[in-house]
DNA sequence: CTGAAAGCGCTTACAG
DNA sequence: CTGAAAGCGCTTACAG
């Protein structure tokens, strides 16, 4: 780590003043072609590096990296959709300096997403951080931010684009191998129960790729063919117990674990206690209020975690460092499959 | 996030030089009560936090940051120690135009270390980070270092001081606690070994505590009198299976889980082999090569990771940030016991 | 097509 | 005790 040389002996060594370095380092055009060639040389062997502090005290005070931010409204799902944006503000906040300017938005469904995505697109923003969840709609964002030139980061949730996309999110297939051997270990054979929410939107692509993840999972270890799966799609906010299958399969004694594929394991303790059930382990996701109390209570087994503030954290993170050095590193995460049982809670 | 008011606008509203803010901002002395107290108010009222970018230009080309690294030698324990060393150059890449400079120093045994220690001091150095294997050395250490004001981070192990220091690792005792429930988890009732590994300095501290933190979990659970835990402290460097009181126990079909509290849970498996013992679950730390090897093969059900990169890159990041802006938040880290299965190996 | 100059906000050496 | 000036390395508006 030698004294880095700086745009100054560039210059000298390229025989030119900064300014025409600077604009071949930039592409701003207005430069002969046997001078930039010259320029490009000496950079190329001397292996400059722009001084990204420099450059940012420079453009921070001058023009901001505007973000836009596209999120579910918080009354959605128990007020997840606040622990990304709480990362988010965090990187905003450790980059104030450097020149960085956040503007959220909020959706509650299609129709408000696609207006929101016209508003953002309308506007100058030079990124965007968004939530896949409905298909076509962020589909169609990509595509006409990627005409714009302007890179969209999804979040939570991973989908197929006509072109390669940055996620920040969790693997969740691999989650719900991970919950296949969490809950496989604790029950051995027998019959488990997988406990999906659908609500007005289906089933999110999130919670059937979990499913799928832990399927296969029992599958290659059902080897003698004691293990049975099933699966129960509920709807959101009916009570558990009014359900005729679920009562059904809950007072089934043969039935010893249930995973449940979405951030509601909460629900299921009142009706083991309704019922009498015991010794029925229980894997679900997310570390929100009422999870953490069951986890501590002993009553939930284990919690996958999201990281739902670190992906936040990342995103934003990660599409400054590619807008202002066209380092695309940091935009393809995958989040861990954090593992939280009730002696490592606190520490989340 | 109004436009963020800079020494200028502090300098004309208390009616100086930007030069006397500076002096007051930095305690350079040499400025009369009555202006100081008057910039003083001025810098409260509104709030004035110093441009940390145009702050590390002008620094980090004068005068770098200096650090000293003092850890144990690569060749020591299958050189972990490598990757904290990773984690710190990873995150001096990144402070480098910030103006950093580590320089690495390696110990063995005490004596080098308290060698080591006297050269570090003797230099100009603005902070040190080691890691404290030997509680008397560390403490001289740190004493010494405490009367020239210069920080010292404690990496992996966590030791009583004469005074609060700072601490980037794992608390031993809850990743006992973790091992705990995850190996009664596959377990229940029955008898539990736990295996440490006695080198000529004797257990470290932290095989100590995660013991500890193990026997109170399966204390806790064990209502019924039916589970025994038998330690056995074995010599590293010989051969597993030569031990009586190893063979003994592992050919006792009794047992039903090994707790290992260093990183070498890959011996096992060999010996079970031997003795033809199966179905007899292992957790461990530490994700070298061999333990995740045999994670694969489930031959070990759970490892518990100490993030040694992570700790290394904590700890330069949070001693610069420390350094240049008087924060020390980010010296005090509580490294999480992440749980580790197969399923969630590759990502780590 | 190219250069010289101003300035981002902070820090410090120098002059008074 | 205080101020004016130079400079960190980069970027850009302006002049030629």
Redesign the interface.
Known sequence: ?KE?IGIKQIAKLAEVSIGTVDRVLHNRGGVSKITEQRILDVVKKTGYKK????S??RL?THKKVKIAVLIPEATDNWGYWELPKKGMDKAAEEL???GI?ITYFYFSDPLVFMSMSRKMLSTHFDGIVTVPFFTPESDRLFRKAREKKVPVVFLDTRITLGHPGYFICQ?AH?AG??A???LH??VGEGVYIVLNIVNAKGLHENNRQRENGFRE?LNAVNRKGKIEVYTINYPLNQPLEAIPDVAKLLKDERSKGVFVTNSRAYMLPPVFRRYGVTDVPVVGFDLNKENMECLKREEI?FLINQKPEYQGYNAIKGLFKFLTEEDASELHV?I????V????LH??
């Open positions: 780590m880095s001084n990204t502090v420099a940012r005290l921070g104030k300096d450097h300017e693997d691999q191998l991970v296949g051997r969490l270990g604790l999972f087994a995958d861990p499959v954090e593992i049982v009730k002696e490592n520490i989340f």
